[in-house]
């Protein structure tokens, strides 16, 4: 009896070990196409689970089965960390990221403007934050480009109205190509200086921000005079830098946060500078 | 060009310096996860950060007094050249806009803008400030010269820094005085340009240096006189249209 344990502790053993260093002549296929799945999410959770979620089934197997010790042991312990690796990782993305997207509310049965209310509903509320960025940010984590793509286009389509005849095309493309270029660049640029931003979310960003302009443009449709124009221009030019300024402070810039401000300033110049003249 | 190379030149605070020589020790799997700072591959974004490092140097060119391969001091960067001609794109068209408008109202017509202007200016100023010093620093190490794409790059592009001035100044509606401007730009550009490139052109044969110079200053000369008939002209009639 006692050299049947031994027996059944020693071939138990040995597939951990296999396991451990990849012996490819001792592991079985699906063992070996699982492990690079779990490769990057083991380094972050350094020994423990590991250890723990191998020990428990090893501990129960060993002893009930004897034909085939070994494969049950290991299949059921990777089998084990790569669901509880999988978890974490759908949890911890679902905690960060889409916090606000997955809502419990069924969407399925509910008529079509209540799911565009909804996404309206959601650019008002970024759009609030962003405009008084003095609150909390969190709501931006959440990023979309439903409301740059709605800023982008009012505005390039307000002022390709006012445009000379031959050219509201030229008008608009440029409107089109500087939000998205210009907010690219803007961004590549900060990341470019060290700063820790993400893209699309401050993408995002820079997009609501160009609210204000987008209000100036309106007024300066209605509003032919220069007096009025030029504060109202320069006043939302003003806002929008400022409220994203705001949104960059915390990209860890240190002593080149000037460096990332001027190209911003620079992007809302040009978009004011065009309502302006418009 | 070294890291440390690179590094040694650009002001950093001794707090990121320890961190990325820290970074570069001792082999720590988890640090590179928590060390954001540590070196990065050459495809991602960050491992070209270190081209973007700071610059005060605009001024170094338009008071061209020192040799400029010196100011930088072996660290030639992009964020200068790229900014510096974006911006000079958006002057250009904001100076002629304003300009523009105030013929306009001198004239007595409706002042209408012209989108056309940006397209130009962009085609106009990328193309010098990018594909002119590619094209320098290609003829050059063609010949010998051992040339730096980010230096010919940095120097192109800070040297673009007058022409913030010169367009912003000719708004003025005088004709002579936007000449005098257009060529005060030109020259001190011209001379900046050549400066800087001298050494390195120099160590080529004689006659081809010579005919690479005198391109660069064909090139240059070209630049000023289209900015000047594109974006610093205006004409304000003598008898305003009833």
Excluded at chain 1, 258 to 267: C, E, G, K, R
Excluded at chain 2, 136 to 155: H, I, R
Excluded at chain 2, 209 to 218: N, P, T
Aim: net charge neutral.
């Amino acid at each position: 009896m006692s050299s049947v344990e031994r027996d059944d502790f020693l071939s138990s053993a040995a597939p951990t070990y296999s396991d451990t260093y990849g012996n490819p002549f001792e592991t079985n296929i699906p063992l070996r196409m699982e492990s690079p799945a779990i490769e990057p999410d083991d380094v972050p959770l350094p020994g423990q689970p590991r250890t723990a979620s191998r020990g428990s089934p090893k501990a129960s197997t060993s002893p009930a089965m004897n034909t085939l010790p070994s494969v049950s042991g290991t299949l059921g312990s990777s089998t084990t960390t790569s669901a509880s690796s999988a978890a974490a990782a759908l949890s911890g993305n679902l905690g960060v990221g889409q916090a606000s997207m997955s809502s419990p509310i069924d969407t399925l049965d509910e008529p079509v403007t209540e799911t565009l209310l909804r996404d309206l509903r959601n650019v008002g509320a970024k759009l609030k934050q962003v405009l008084y960025p003095k609150g909390g940010k969190d709501i931006l984590r959440d990023w979309d480009l439903w409301g740059p793509l709605l800023m982008c286009l009012t505005l390039s389509i307000v002022l390709s109205f006012r445009a000379p005849q031959d050219q509201a095309i030229t008008v608009f493309t440029w409107i089109f190509v500087i939000v998205w270029i210009g907010s690219a660049i803007v961004t590549i640029n900060a990341k470019l200086l060290g700063g820790r931003v993400s893209f699309f979310q401050s993408v995002c960003v820079l997009g609501y921000c160009l609210f204000p302009l987008v209000i100036a443009s309106v007024v300066t449709v209605f509003v032919p005079s220069m007096i009025v124009r030029g504060p109202c221009c320069l006043a939302a030019f003003g806002w929008a830098s400022w409220a994203s300024i705001g949104f960059l402070s915390h990209s860890n810039l240190a002593n080149r946060r000037a460096l990332a401000v001027y190209p911003l300033i620079l992007f809302y110049f040009i978009l004011g500078w065009m309502i302006l003249i418009s | 060009m070294s890291h440390q190379g690179a590094y040694s030149a650009i002001e950093i605070d001794d707090d990121e310096v320890s961190r990325r020589f820290s970074a570069g020790g001792t082999f720590d799997p988890h640090r590179n996860i928590q060390d954001q700072t540590a070196p990065k591959p050459i495809w991602s974004v960050e491992y070209y950060a270190k081209f973007f490092d700071v610059l005060e140097r605009c001024f170094a060119t338009v008071i061209p007094k020192d040799n400029f391969l010196e100011v930088m001091g072996g660290a030639p960067d992009l964020y200068g050249p790229f900014w510096i001609s974006t911006t000079v794109v958006f002057v250009l068209f904001v100076a002629s806009s304003i300009a523009d408008s105030i013929a306009a109202y001198m004239n007595g017509s409706k002042y209408e803008y012209d989108f056309r202007q940006l397209t130009f200016a962009f085609g106009a100023v990328y193309t010098y400030a990018f594909l002119v010093p590619t094209l320098v620093w290609a003829a050059t190490k063609y010949f010998g010269c051992q040339p730096n794409l980010l230096e010919m790059l940095s120097l192109y592009g800070y040297g673009m820094a007058i022409w913030i001035p010169v367009a912003a100044l000719s708004v003025l509606p005088f004709e002579l005085a936007r000449w005098i401007l257009v060529g005060i730009g030109g020259g001190l550009s011209g001379v900046f340009l050549i400066r800087n490139m001298y050494p390195v052109l120099s160590r080529a044969e004689a006659q081809t240096s010579k005919i690479i110079l005198i391109l660069v200053i064909i090139f240059h000369g070209a630049l000023a006189v289209l900015l000047k008939f594109k974006f610093f002209n205006y004409t304000i009639l003598d008898t305003p249209p009833k």
